[in-house]
């Protein structure tokens, strides 16, 4: 049986890590899913996340400001997310089906307000310098099986998870890997996402 995953990047947009990101998804014929934060989607990034959208791509929420959402109230939660929706929805006519929260930090609040299937996922710390291309491969190796959800960062001069794509992408399309976006992925599993769990991979079943 065929076994499927997703990569997903968080927030970009920008007009410097994204496009070389998307360069790599068409070179391998993949499509991924896009964690966007709300202030980062300017009128030339924006540009850049529709060629993502129109490459098969998914559009998600990761939050206006990027800010610790548990030290925030109910309104400002909601804030937060409804400038990120509405600016999204502007690029695809969709608003947002799923959120990656702020350093995947949760709470009752942020669950009780965010209407949305809030993703987690696999990562490999590629946000620090000193954390190598081949690292950050290695360990995204490692953590891979059917149902995972990868998380890696597009930020502005993130070359290093560029290069990493080039050993991740090859590596699980030879172990019979399929890529899919997030969307994608639960009703390749037959999975209908629930609200409550903070999803690392499709078939968790924990609630938070």
Same mark, same amino acid.
């Given at each position: ?30 499509p ?8 980062n989607?300017?009128?030339?990034s924006? !540009?850049v ?12 929420s990761?939050?206006r400001?990027?800010?610790?959402m548990? !030290? ?5 939660i909601?804030?937060e997310?409804?400038?990120t929706d509405?600016?999204?929805? !502007? ?19 942020m ?18 310098? !000193? ?35 080039d ?12 890529f899919?976006t ?10 209908e ?8 991979n ?7």
């Amino acid at each position: 049986m065929k076994k499927h995953i997703a990569l997903t990047f968080d927030d970009g947009p920008n007009t410097d890590t994204t496009p070389r990101v998307l360069e790599k998804l068409k070179k391998y014929g993949i499509p991924a899913a896009f964690f966007l934060v709300g202030d980062n989607i300017t009128p030339e990034s924006a !540009e850049v996340s529709r060629a993502a959208f129109g490459h098969g791509c998914e559009l998600c929420s990761h939050s206006r400001t990027h800010t610790a959402m548990t !030290e925030l109230t109910a309104e400002e939660i909601r804030a937060e997310t409804e400038f990120t929706d509405s600016k999204i929805k !502007e690029i695809t006519g969709e608003v947002p089906r799923f959120f990656r929260p702020p350093y995947i930090a949760v709470n009752n609040v942020m669950l009780d307000t965010i209407d949305k299937i809030f993703i987690a996922g696999i990562g490999a710390e590629d946000w620090l310098d !000193e954390v190598t291309a081949k690292m950050r491969a290695e360990k995204i190796l490692t953590q891979a099986e059917n149902g995972s959800i990868i998380l890696l960062h597009d930020m502005r001069g993130n070359s290093r998870t560029v290069s990493a794509l080039d050993l991740i992408i090859p590596a699980l399309l030879n172990d019979g890997y399929e890529f899919l976006t997030v969307s994608e992925l639960f009703a390749a599993e037959r999975v209908e996402p629930k609200r409550g769990i903070i999803y690392s991979n499709v078939l968790q079943t924990e609630i938070y």
